[in-house]
């Protein structure tokens, strides 16, 4: 009859506890790596919404732009006008009060909102504030640093004047003549996030039925 020594006892032990120790230590990883990837879901979620706010901070702004209340000294009210968009460039390409106003493309042209360039330093797009006077409050004005909820940069716009094709109610039907003519602004806006790569994209169609006070109609 065989019998288990002291040493081949000890030596089971050790393999067991070592098993043990390894089968923790999968779990361990196992849980921080979920734990990372919550808290990045959870990053990535708050970074879009902050994009998100800046995109919609930006249709704001540039509704003021567009239809006023507007008193700033940049003000441009009178270069909105349904009857008119002698002020609108193609390819966005207008300089001073024209500034980031695109002329509607051709037909079958790429959309000119998917063309423009919102970058930072674009003369082609409108940064927050541009014409109404506002400010948006950025990480990168914040002491140069990154952090918190804020934006990596500030908002910026484009406002197309899109031809109305169908009046402002949809069961109306407009003159097709060029005399006739009336315009929507279509205003494309973008916002980021912390990240500079976050970024949101959001539309409207602005409305304008008559000229802003003081300007001619």
């Known amino acids: 009859m065989s019998r288990v020594g002291p040493c081949q006892q000890r030596g089971f032990s050790l393999i067991v506890v070592l098993s043990m120790l390894l089968i923790a230590m999968v779990l361990g990883i196992g849980a921080a790596q979920v734990s990372l990837v919550g808290e990045r879901s959870a990053r990535n979620d708050r970074d879009a919404e902050v994009a998100f706010q800046a995109a919609e901070a930006a249709l704001i702004d540039a509704e003021r732009d567009v239809l006023g209340p507007n008193q700033a000294a940049a003000q441009r009210l009178c ?65 140069g640093v990154r952090g918190g909820a804020l934006s990596a940069r500030a908002p910026r716009y484009i406002v197309e004047a899109v031809r109305n094709l169908g009046g402002w109610q949809s069961s109306q039907l407009q003159s097709a003549s060029a005399r006739n003519a009336s315009y929507l602004f279509r205003v494309t806006a973008i916002g980021y996030g912390v990240r500079d790569e976050t970024q949101v994209v959001l539309q409207t169609s602005l409305h304008k039925p008559a000229a802003s006070p003081g300007c001619p109609s």
């Open 79 to 143: 270069v909105f006008n349904s009857r008119d968009v002698s002020a609108f460039a193609a390819g966005c390409g207008g300089t001073g009060v024209r500034q980031g106003l695109c002329a509607q493309g051709g037909e079958g042209a790429e959309p000119v909102w998917m063309t423009a360039d919102f970058g930072p330093d674009s003369a082609t797009s409108v940064a927050y504030g541009t014409f109404t006077g506002h400010t948006y409050a950025t990480a990168s004005a914040a002491a």
